[in-house]
């Protein structure tokens, strides 16, 4: 049961594209089309932000979008914004158990 | 509104016990799956454990399997986790979680419960 694989850090300037990557094995990520990202700001609770590797709910700016291509995930944030700065993590259904990635700092600079 | 509330967490020795306690309202608890996930201070997300509406499927990380037991009953809308032979390295931030299917997209998450096991 290893965690999926995140960059500890990402960055980018305000109005710009930043992509994470999220890399699993064909056990978890791989394998099943249900991928998740949440985010983190400090102190808080984390948010989905995207379910099934693509999917938004309610309320998750289209900014932010989700892709995989084979066993890594995406997560993509458009037109970064301020409040975008915080922690990423991905998710992936692995068969009876979930696995989390170490989470990725994403920084607004 | 959907509500999670966690309780029971605190200070205990290595190798004690400790039952956390999830309490939800605004849902019908038995339509979801609920699960646990904890946050070590600093760190990242872990998947601890998770049941089925009925309680009849439940599974856990490696790191807590034989230790830690999660129950639930829908009568009292009420999580449960139990936590046996406690270590240092389970000292964390408990989260109580929902999802609609077995393969998580956790979309409501509690405040959570600081667990520290220290001597």
């Known amino acids: 049961q290893s965690a999926l694989t995140q960059p500890p850090s990402a960055s980018g300037s305000p109005g710009q594209s930043v992509t994470i990557s999220c890399t699993g094995t064909?056990?978890?990520?791989?394998?099943?089309?249900?991928v998740s990202w949440y985010q983190q700001h400090p102190g808080k609770v984390p948010k989905l932000m995207i379910y099934?590797?693509?999917k938004r709910p309610s309320g998750v700016p289209d900014r932010f979008s989700g892709s995989k291509s084979g066993n890594t995930a995406s997560l993509t944030v458009s037109g970064l914004q301020a409040e975008d700065e915080a922690d990423y993590y991905c998710?992936?259904?692995?068969?009876?158990?979930?696995?989390f990635g170490g989470g990725t700092k994403l920084t607004v600079l | 509104e959907v509500q999670l509330v966690e309780s029971g967490g605190g200070l205990v020795q290595p190798g004690g016990s400790l039952r956390l306690s999830c309490a939800a309202s605004?849902?019908?608890?038995?339509?979801?799956?609920m699960h646990w996930v904890r946050q070590a201070p600093g760190k990242g997300l872990v998947w601890v454990s998770r049941?089925?509406?009925?309680?009849?499927?439940?599974s856990y990380a490696d790191s807590v399997k034989g230790r830690f037991t999660i129950s639930r009953d829908n009568a009292k809308n009420t999580l449960y986790l139990q936590m046996n032979s406690l270590r240092a390295e389970d000292t964390a931030v408990y989260y109580c979680?929902?999802?609609?299917?077995?393969?998580?997209?956790?979309?409501?998450w509690g405040q959570g419960t600081l667990v520290t096991v220290s001597s």
């Open positions: 979680t929902r999802s609609s299917y077995s393969y998580g997209q956790f979309d409501y």
């Open positions: 605004g849902f019908t608890l038995s339509s979801y799956w």
């Open positions: 049941i089925n509406g009925d309680g009849g499927s439940t």
């Open positions: 064909s056990s978890d990520v791989g394998g099943y089309n249900y």
């Open positions: 099934e590797v693509s």
């Open positions: 998710s992936s259904y692995a068969g009876s158990i979930l696995l």
